[in-house]
């Protein structure tokens, strides 16, 4: 597996990754695909700007094109005005449970800890994601509690995880 960067040619993934109905149950529901071009678009652009690392998840001997998911890091603003790192993840359903998303997390947040200018990096899986919320113990995070965010104009309870880069589980080699 390796990551690269988002391109424009990425839409038709993120349209699978953000307009199917399963792939977006613990975000409230499918996005219109109109939604889901223009945040292919910010993403290039936060990119562009290396104000965010949007990376495509390819598998080892995937066909030109072929992604199994995406991994971001990027700053969100918490409602007390607070900017921090927010880390999330989606793995296509034929290439789930097979490690990409854990491997993908670990991957960016190592690259995170050698850039150094992220900080803590949060994570917020939906509290019924058993997937998402067991990367993040498996990968060090610290659960802080319950909480509400907004997702796409959607509030989504979740499980509020922290964790320091560098100090995740399973840096380096396994």
């Known amino acids: 597996m390796r990551l690269r960067n988002v391109e424009a040619g990425d839409v038709e993934a993120y349209v699978r990754m953000r307009c199917d109905a399963g792939m977006m149950a613990e975000l409230g529901g499918p996005l219109p695909r109109e939604a889901v071009e223009e945040r292919l678009r910010k993403d290039l652009r936060l990119v562009a700007e290396d104000s965010a690392w949007a990376k495509m998840?390819?598998?080892?001997?995937?066909?030109?094109?072929?992604?199994?998911?995406?991994?971001?890091?990027?700053?969100?603003?918490?409602?007390?005005?607070?900017?921090?790192?927010?880390?999330?993840?989606?793995?296509?359903?034929?290439?789930?449970?097979?490690?990409?998303?854990?491997?993908?997390?670990?991957a960016v947040l190592d690259a995170a800890a050698q850039d150094g200018r992220w900080g803590e990096v949060h994570a917020n899986p939906g509290v019924a994601n058993g997937a998402s919320n067991g990367i993040c113990r498996t990968l060090g995070f610290r659960l802080l509690g319950e909480r509400d965010v907004d997702f796409a104009g959607r509030i989504l309870r979740t499980n509020h995880w922290v964790v320091t880069p560098g100090e995740h589980t399973g840096s380096g080699t396994e």
């Open 57 to 106: 998840i390819v598998p080892d001997g995937a066909a030109d094109g072929e992604v199994a998911g995406a991994v971001m890091l990027w700053q969100a603003e918490e409602e007390d005005g607070a900017v921090v790192s927010e880390i999330g993840w989606m793995v296509l359903p034929e290439y789930q449970g097979r490690g990409f998303a854990k491997a993908a997390t670990r």
